[in-house]
């Protein structure tokens, strides 16, 4: 039989050696995962799950006597809060610091209306949509007209308004190189940049067509929408930390069940919501009777 030569040695153990450091980055990766994935046994073992929103009527309302929350977000997030028998914990954010919040550990989901964006989707993981809205532009009367795209006002002589760190802004930016446009404060209600326009202060403000049906209702005659139908519709979804797969798989399959109960429209209903779902909702045969 033949000896084996230094070089041959040397071979196996390189190849050897390589398989190893392989094996031990592989262990490395699986760890960091499972780092990740531990947010669920966290959140069993100490019996709360921390909680991030932003106000925004009606999926999180905030009594501003109380500070206590409702809305029919806020209420799926204590029906799943029950099912895994833990509290929720409420970190209040905003549009502009929902993201830091999670990275930063200081919550484990966000349950903002957000946008599920590609530009967001960079930094955390969504859930699969919830409800769906659509944008629409609304306009201070005297300026209706026959429009097909949103630059068709883009002159110097008009002024629009938005709110700092909200995804119609960043739309708006993108669209809009000749009119001025006034940003205010993250976090700031929708209901001042209406007000902006109804009181010619502004010309324009694009935002979610379901709030300015609301708006133009209770304020007949004092907005004008730019099209006859939303121009783009929008998934909004709630939110965990990247990579965080074990709380994500939780939250779609509680939020799946909440839905297939029907539970979401009954939710909704309680606060006057009316949304555009994605699918349709399914009637549990408890209540066919």
Avoid at 100 to 128: K, P
Wanted: charged share 25%; net charge neutral; aromatic share 8%.
């Amino acid at each position: 039989m033949k000896s084996p030569t230094r070089r041959d040695f040397l071979k196996k153990g390189a190849l050897t050696g390589g398989v190893a450091g392989a094996a031990t980055l592989i262990g490395t990766q699986v760890a960091s995962a499972a780092e990740k994935d531990d947010t669920v046994e966290r959140i069993s073992k100490s019996g709360e799950m921390r909680i991030t929103y932003a106000v925004w009527p009606p999926t999180v309302i905030k009594d501003p006597k109380k500070s206590e929350l409702e809305g029919h977000f806020v209420a799926m997030a204590k029906h799943i809060c029950e099912e895994m028998k833990v509290k929720p914990v409420w970190v209040e954010s905003d549009w502009a610091t929902w993201i830091a919040a999670l990275q930063a550990g200081q919550a484990d989901i966000s349950i903002g209306a957000t946008y599920a964006t590609t530009l967001r989707a960079q930094s955390v993981d969504f859930t699969d949509p919830i409800i769906y809205l659509g944008w629409q532009a609304a306009l201070r009367p005297g300026l209706e007209g026959d429009y097909k795209r949103l630059s068709d006002l883009d002159r110097e002589d008009i002024t629009i308004v938005g709110v700092d760190g909200g995804a119609t802004l960043q739309y708006v930016q993108r669209v809009f190189k000749k009119a001025k446009i006034d940003v205010l404060a993250s976090g700031t209600d929708d209901m001042r940049a209406y007000l902006a326009v109804m009181s010619g202060r502004a010309d324009m403000y694009v935002g979610d067509d379901y709030v300015q049906r609301k708006v133009m209702a209770e304020h007949p005659g004092k907005l004008v929408s730019m099209f006859p139908e939303p121009f783009r519709m929008n998934s909004v979804c709630w939110a965990v930390r990247r990579g965080d797969y074990a709380l994500l798989n939780l939250m779609k399959v509680a939020l799946r069940n909440i839905r297939d109960r029907g539970l979401d429209v009954e939710f909704e209903r309680a606060v006057d919501a009316d949304w555009i779902h994605p699918v349709p909702n399914f009637v549990s045969t408890s209540d066919l009777g």
